[in-house]
């Protein structure tokens, strides 16, 4: 039986005080943005304004958001900084406030360059060291941790636009929250922060209101993936290849631009890999609101029809709370494993 329509609780802590008194009677929507491939979470809030009644936070202002229903409570869904204050209004059409939020603090030194290398080290060595000219405290996950190559480079980069190279050389998802900064690997059940993952039901008739899933897209798949490095010792180039897990294409994949090393080869092509066994399938599906909702979390479907129900890895979370809708959870899916994409009658 369909849980139906629940009464949304929200709380919005600014610098320490609760505002959730009085923003209540102003809020129109409030909203969370979560992304593996991205470097940090959003968040807004959209406030009715007349009379311009709410003080205006400032750039500097740390923000907590916590989301839930009513009788089960709620939970902190963003943390972060004021990032941009917005005022829009018009003849005969009133005014709104709009407070976004990033959970990076965009005036901190994330975005400041840095020039640097290091030789024989590990991921975790370099990522802290740079991380902490950035100010931040960072944490290497799972197997990221031990990779190791003869040379690391930041070239006149922010330690943000770093991080997000690394993501994508490694298969990794990277993310920035306060002072701490996370790099997972993707496709591992292991989330951005290392906390533990509670997996999303989705479920027609229960909790499941709209779906909009292709468990099966052709194009992105490949059986391998090959690069090319040059070997000094040798003077030759050599190639690298990796399969891609449960890739059933007969086509190899081969990347164009050639790395530095055999193990750079190695990781960049484990990367596109991972890329091409995730975007086999992707899809949405909107269920009532979700604070456990996590990227890289299992979101298990069902009740929708055969080949479609099956497990998921959610690649992006967006929480919403407004007056029509209510808490809704909006998760897009990929990574289609166990039933999914199988219709077997």
Wanted: charged share 25%; proline share 4%; glycine share 10%.
């Amino acid at each position: 039986m369909f849980e139906g329509w629940r009464k949304p609780i929200y709380v919005v802590i600014i610098d320490g005080n609760d505002f959730t008194s009085r923003f209540r009677p102003l809020v129109k929507s409030i909203r969370v943005s979560k992304k593996a491939k991205q470097s940090s979470h959003t968040a807004e809030i959209l406030l009715a304004d007349p009379e311009g009644i709410i003080a205006l936070p400032t750039d500097e202002s740390k923000i907590q958001i916590h989301l839930g229903h009513e009788g089960d409570g709620a939970d902190v869904v963003f943390e972060g900084t004021v990032n941009d204050v917005n005022s829009r209004g018009g003849k005969g059409s009133g005014s709104e406030l709009t407070i976004s939020a990033n959970s990076a603090d965009q005036k901190g030194k994330i975005k400041q360059q840095i020039l640097g290398h290091k030789d024989d080290a590990t991921f975790a060595d370099v990522a802290r060291e740079w991380g902490g000219k950035a100010g931040l405290g960072v944490e290497v996950l799972g197997s990221l941790a031990q990779i190791t190559r003869p040379y690391w480079i930041i070239q006149s980069e922010s330690f943000q636009a770093w991080g997000q190279r690394m993501a994508a050389e490694l298969g990794a998802t990277f993310q920035v929250i306060g002072e701490r900064a996370f790099f997972s690997p993707r496709n591992e059940g292991i989330s951005a922060t290392g906390a533990e993952l509670t997996p999303v039901i989705a479920a027609r008739f229960r909790n499941l209101k709209v779906w909009d899933i292709s468990p099966l897209i052709g194009r992105p798949q490949y059986q391998s993936v090959r690069t090319r490095y040059y070997d000094r010792e040798t003077a030759q180039w050599m190639e690298e290849t990796v399969e891609v897990r449960g890739g059933a294409a007969d086509v190899q994949l081969g990347l164009q631009t050639p790395e530095a090393d055999q193990s750079t080869a190695r990781d960049r092509a484990a990367s596109s890999a991972k890329e091409s066994e995730r975007e086999k399938g992707s899809g949405t599906v909107v269920i009532l609101g979700d604070y456990a909702a996590e990227p890289e979390a299992t979101c298990i479907v069902s009740g929708t029809r055969p080949g479609v129900d099956g497990e998921y890895t959610i690649d992006a979370v967006d929480h919403s709370v407004t007056k029509k809708g209510g808490f809704e959870t909006t998760l897009t899916i990929k990574k289609p494993s166990g039933e999914a994409g199988k219709d077997t009658r």
